[in-house]
């Protein structure tokens, strides 16, 4: 035993920068080293394959400390360490009873707050049973249209402990005063009540394509509810920047961050000009991001959002205090798949972790199922249980930031902060969210972003597990919740009809009579009374405005199309498309190919048909008139293709083939193949989405 303190580094020199890139290129082999080491994002910032404390200071660190400016590492001092992260779920299904009972069981189970999602018809300001709401009511949320369907939603749920956070779209207000009518029909104190109203009128528009009431006159009603909430409510937030429906039609990361300091400072500007202070207009908002399964995208992505909103918060006068940005993650919809969804419990998972260790207050992990429909209780179970894992097994919340430091998460957050302000810029520059927004210059912006990103879905560069890499064409379909959408309208219709009874008529009409600042009371003293949500929304009337919505897009949407086209053909035919792989030579020189065949050609729901190792022309085109194909594909090395592709190419052909590929880069062979019969080659880098669809188009499975 020895008191003697190693230093296992000094008897080593200590390479440059210099000699190290030296090595790398002897490595590389005369390969460039910035196309083979460098790493462009779709946010335009190049990543470097090595970060050292050349990249960020190390004797004096401006990240700071939790709880203080900039709040890059937290918006508290002790971040998650006492009680982990708000483990939040969004719920959905149509029937409030059911709802009821899924919610009562998830509480049990770990969920620690909700996020109740409104119908389409309750976001349009119609009650389920009316005229026009025959093909909204249940759908994409719960039937919500009094306090009553509240009540029955949240009956058993205690309020002075579980937050509830409300997304209602364009009819904010009339959720919130449904939710405050509820608090006083249980007796719940002004004090003890918990949660976020979530008003955000120019996410709606984004998201829906219509407001009730022209944009200023939604933003004075945002901003009215503000105040009441500031003044009534000391545990809720009135406001939200929610920028899920931007990354949903295909933003960048950056872009994202841009647009959610855009919307902040409308909604501070609102707020102060009705009569708020900046500080009590910070605190009403509540932000909202999406997270990929990019890991260090999206810790750089938290941390960079409360970097920007706290210099924002800075220019506009807030205290310090103040500028803490309350956040809320949610694993990003557009990662989510339809094909092979068990592949979204570890996309979810990775997106936890990452907002975890991001340092988000709340985070939402969306059921693996979620993009098929109302989730089940395995996708609820498995979403609510990761964060357990995380938390309590994976231990992640013990160490506040624990990326802070890193050398490259430092330099990747601050690269996003700079970008993202660029993005901010822009929008002010242009005139502001709100222009941008109607004038569809950023919808434009966002189109040309998911351009981008298609391309390289469509060419592999930007895997996608199970859809585009590794398909399992004959994988059993993942079952999500059957609902009984006829039986919740029944059920729903008989709700409203027992609450219009109490005749609320003489609240509503002075709601209608209310002046602006005055709105949220009498809303929610109306809602109190049995007022309906449409009831509600006639009454705080307006013009409606409307804009074309963002789409909503995923990374395998196209793939997952072309799937559904082939499955559709099978059963309309009883034929599984299909494609003859011709296997030249013995495994170990055709295996390679093949297998990269099959995985590219079953993305589209092509069948590969897989044959032995082929010596002669003649074999190898009985076995493809056997195998009822049209198509084909030459599999070998470059050697045997040398050897035999032009026979068999021949043979192929005259067998019926009706078109010919060749797995591989043909070089400078390519005019000797085409001139054989090879109709197109498949490689690395090649346009996957377009070679398949071209196919299916030519088997008659889609139109050409």
């Known amino acids: 035993m020895t008191d003697q303190q190693l230093n296992f580094t ?14 790398v290129e002897r490595a590389l082999k005369g390969a460039p080293f910035d196309k083979k080491m460098l790493t462009r994002t779709y946010e335009g910032i190049t990543l470097r394959p090595l970060y050292t404390s050349h990249d960020w200071p190390s004797a004096w660190d401006p990240s700071g400390f939790p709880g203080a400016m900039p709040f890059t590492r937290g918006g508290t001092a002790a971040g998650s360490r006492l009680n982990d992260w708000d483990v939040r779920q969004v719920y959905s299904h149509p029937c409030p009873v059911k709802g009821n009972a899924t919610i009562l069981h998830e509480l049990n189970c770990g969920v620690r707050s909700l996020m109740l999602k409104f119908d389409q018809a309750a976001q349009a300001g119609l009650d389920g049973d009316a005229p026009g709401a025959a093909e909204l009511a249940g759908a994409g949320g719960i039937m919500l249209y009094s306090v009553d369907d509240l009540d029955r939603l949240l009956t058993d749920v205690d309020l002075r402990l579980v937050p509830i956070s409300l997304a209602a779209g364009g009819q904010s207000l009339a959720a919130a005063a449904l939710l405050a009518a509820l608090w006083r029909r249980r007796g719940v104190g002004a004090g003890d009540a918990k949660g976020a ?58 872009q994202d961050l841009g ?38 995208l999206g810790i750089a992505k938290l941390r960079a959002a409360r970097k920007l909103w706290a210099r924002v918060a800075e220019a506009c006068g807030a ?79 013990k160490v506040i930031d624990p990326a802070g430091g890193s050398w490259y998460v430092e330099s990747r957050t601050d690269e996003m902060a700079r970008a993202a302000w660029n993005e901010f810029q822009g929008i002010e520059k242009a005139g502001g969210i709100a222009q941008v927004l109607t004038d569809g210059t950023l919808a434009a912006a966002i189109a040309k972003a998911w351009s981008e990103r298609e391309a390289g879905v469509a060419k592999r560069r930007d895997p996608v597990t199970g859809v585009s890499e590794f398909p399992n064409i004959g994988e059993a379909p993942v079952a999500t919740e059957e609902v ?14 027992a609450t219009r009874a109490k005749n609320a008529g ?62 559709a053909y099978r059963a309309r035919t009883g034929v599984q498309p299909s494609i003859f792989l011709a296997n030249l030579g013995a495994i170990a020189q055709h295996t390679a190919r093949a297998t990269f065949a099959k995985n590219l050609f079953e993305t589209a729901g092509i069948a590969a048909l897989p044959s032995e190792g082929f010596t002669d022309a003649a074999a190898c085109a009985d076995a493809f008139k056997a195998s009822g194909a049209r198509v084909a594909i030459l599999c070998s090395a470059d050697p045997i293709y040398e050897q035999m592709a032009t026979a ?57």
Request: net charge neutral; proline share 4%; with cysteine.
């Open 10 to 23: 000094q008897e080593f020199k200590k390479p440059t920068p210099e000699e190290w890139k030296a090595e």
């Open 197 to 254: 109203f979530n008003a955000d009128p120019l996410g709606a528009l984004a998201a829906g394509g219509s407001l009730p009431a022209s944009l200023a006159d939604a933003l004075a009603q945002m901003a009215a509810l503000a105040r009441y909430t500031q003044a009534t409510y000391a545990q809720v937030s009135a406001v939200g920047v929610n920028t899920t429906a931007y990354h949903d039609a295909g933003a960048t990361e950056t």
């Open 259 to 296: 647009i959610l300091l855009a919307t902040a400072v409308a909604y501070l500007k609102a707020m102060t000009a009705a009569g708020l202070t900046v500080d009590q207009a910070c605190r009403q908002i509540a932000f909202t991001v999406a997270v990929p399964c990019d890991q260090f």
């Open 319 to 397: 205290s310090e205090p103040a500028r803490a940005m309350r956040l809320t993650a949610v694993s990003a919809s557009r990662m989510m798949t339809t094909r092979d969804a068990w592949v979204n419990m570890l996309r979810t998972t990775v997106a936890c972790f990452a907002a975890a260790v991001g340092g988000a207050d709340a985070v939402v992990v969306q059921p693996f199922n979620a993009a098929l429909g109302v989730p089940d209780e395995l996708g609820l179970r498995v979403a609510r249980n990761t964060h357990i894992v995380l938390a309590e097994e994976s231990n992640i919340a």
């Open 484 to 497: 009984d959408v006829a039986a919740a309208k029944a059920a729903a219709g008989e709700r409203l009809r």
């Open 506 to 567: 003489p609240k509503v009409e002075a709601l209608a009579k209310a002046g602006a600042a005055e709105r949220p009371a009498a809303a929610v003293v109306a809602a109190e009374a049995g007022a309906t949500i449409a009831q509600m929304a006639q009454a705080l009337g307006g013009t409606p405005v409307k804009l074309t919505a963002l789409p909503q897009h995923r990374y395998g949407e196209a793939f997952e199309a072309l799937r559904a086209a082939s499955d």
């Open 648 to 704: 068999v190419a021949g043979a192929l052909k005259g067998a019926g083939c009706e078109y010919l590929f060749l797995a591989g880069q043909p070089g400078d062979k390519r005019d000797l193949y085409t001139g054989a019969g090879i109709d197109d080659f498949i490689f690395m880098g090649a346009d996957v989405l377009k070679i398949t669809g071209s196919i299916l188009a030519r088997l008659g499975v889609i139109a050409r």
